[in-house]
């Protein structure tokens, strides 16, 4: 499949990880699915497709706002795949204050202590 000279290709988000993904095919594979569900919204939201150009509050939207009615075990995950998000754009961006995310991943470690260690 050729490309038209001088089109723009699509930003690929599992390259952008490929530096930071650890640990299982299973899990390497969830982080890219969530930073694609993750890329799009933002994308859409804001028309920013690279994740150089994106800047905390995107990510901080996406957590307060994607995951407002999802599972404590989803916004967990999630939140570890913003996190890799951050480590690879060398980022020290915290998302401690988001206040249902945090509540629902203290839940949730509280109830899984062996996932309670750090990315």
Not at 87 to 100: C, I, S, T
Not at 101 to 118: E, G
Request: aromatic share 12%.
């Amino acid at each position: 499949m050729s490309s038209k000279p001088g089109a723009i290709q699509p930003f690929d988000i599992e390259l952008f990880l490929a530096g930071v993904l650890t640990g299982s095919h299973v899990t390497r594979q969830r982080h890219v699915r969530q930073a694609k569900i993750i890329q799009a919204e933002i994308a859409q939201r804001w028309q920013r497709e690279a994740p150089w150009t994106w800047q905390r509050k995107h990510l901080v939207w996406f957590l307060e706002h994607y995951l407002d009615s999802r599972s404590e075990s989803t916004c967990y995950y999630y939140l570890l795949t913003v996190r890799l998000l951050a480590r690879r754009l060398k980022k020290q961006w915290v998302f401690r204050h988001m206040g249902r995310v945090l509540k629902h991943h203290r839940a949730f470690i509280q109830t899984n202590p062996t996932l309670a260690r750090p990315i």
